[in-house]
């Protein structure tokens, strides 16, 4: 019952955001324009010509599989659907004019719309190789002309009816969301490093483990990101909402190509650290006059990543703090190596991490990098 509980507190932040993102007013305008999606191609498919008005429960189908977040996205799925469809079709007419429906061809026809939907060529209509070869054989029967004709017309209905209501209900572009993720990304960056600060100032060695662990979880969150932004990018294509504001993403881009290289930046403070702490091989000795100028080097330059706005009063503040920090850190990194004449590996590695961190987080220009670096360097380089 205790380890019941204990797995239910762990996932609970993601239970959460799950429930959050079901909620979420984008998801909801979504479900609210599926079912009318569906609602209208149910109405208009029984007024179709000829046979294909009999089967009208399709239109509601294709209307269905069309809903993407994305205009884009609805495009790609109901032409990717409609082409999934024909070629299961077209399977099944071969079928149908040769040896006709049977024990053996219809596994095998089966078969064959398994073996080419795995060419990649129908994307989310892939299922619909096989699917529609197998409907038309055995649903379709005798009237296998008929029955064809109708699935594909029909859901040809509901895939321009909710390509319709998907275009005239504009979704609004994803680039708010991306860029919020982004910065909550720089706010756990800056959390993190925080933590490592902590850790190597608490009694030694450190209790607390949760900061070596969350360092993987980094790189995870990175690629969360770029499919976020590309899902932004994709929900301004063709959108009429986003019509005038091509590159808005473009800086959004460039940020978390920023804070990626932090990251690793940070995980790799956290592993040599974590190296050190727990005696891991290739570890070295932190030399017991470290942690404290570490610690403060770590909550300088971690308040440094969690600015946003570049070149303003606090932004400079925390820079010229984080700058000290780090030249405390080399000088302290000097004067031990001199008086114990060895190396302090630990610390040069980390001073060099962070003084990468603070030129990389001033949101500079390439040709400002180099006042950046020389504004960190410790007096007397």
């Known amino acids: 019952m205790t380890n019941i509980r204990t797995r239910v507190r762990a996932r609970r932040p993601g239970i959460v955001r799950s429930l959050r993102e079901a909620v979420d007013p984008a998801r909801l305008l979504l479900v609210a324009k599926t079912a009318l999606a569906v609602g209208l191609a149910w109405l208009i498919a029984p007024h179709t010509p000829g046979v294909t008005d009999e089967y009208p429960y399709y239109a509601p189908l294709g209307a269905l599989v069309t809903m993407y977040p994305t205009l884009m996205g609805s495009v790609r799925s109901g032409l990717q659907t409609l082409l999934g469809l024909a070629t299961g079709i077209g399977l099944a007419a071969i079928v149908v004019l040769t040896v006709g429906p049977t024990w053996w061809s219809i596994p095998a026809v089966v078969g064959v719309g398994v073996l080419v939907s795995g060419t990649g060529w129908f994307g989310v209509g892939r299922e619909y190789v096989p699917m529609a070869a197998l409907f038309v054989l055995i649903v379709g029967g005798q009237n296998a002309d008929e029955y064809s004709l109708g699935y594909l017309v029909q859901m040809g209905v509901g895939v321009v009816v909710g390509l319709i209501v998907n275009l005239v209900i504009a979704p609004a572009p994803l680039t708010l ?13 800056s959390e993190h490093l925080h933590d490592i600060g902590s850790a190597v100032s608490e009694s030694w060695p450190p209790e607390h ?173």
């Open 177 to 189: 969301a991306a860029a919020a993720k982004v910065d909550a990304f720089r706010r756990q960056l």
């Open 209 to 381: 483990e949760k900061w070596a662990d969350d360092a993987s979880s980094l790189a995870d969150t990175t690629s969360e990101l770029r499919t976020a932004l590309s899902d932004a990018d994709d929900s301004r294509r063709g959108n009429p909402r986003a019509f005038g504001r091509r590159g808005e993403t473009q800086h959004i881009h460039a940020e978390l190509a920023r804070l990626d290289r932090i990251a690793h930046l940070i995980r790799d403070i956290s592993d040599e650290t974590a190296d050190t702490i727990w005696d891991r091989p290739g570890a070295l000795e932190l030399d017991a006059a470290l942690p404290e100028p570490l610690s403060a080097a770590c909550h300088a330059v971690a308040e440094v990543i969690v600015q946003q706005d570049p070149l303003t009063p606090a932004d400079h503040r925390a820079r010229g703090e984080a700058a000290r920090a780090i030249r405390l850190l080399l000088a302290t990194v000097d004067d031990r190596t001199i008086d114990v004449r060895r190396s302090m590996g630990p610390g040069v590695l980390a001073a060099m991490q962070l003084r990468r961190i603070l030129i990389l987080s001033g949101h500079r220009e390439p040709e400002e990098t180099a006042e950046d670096e020389a504004a960190t360097e410790p007096e007397g380089a």
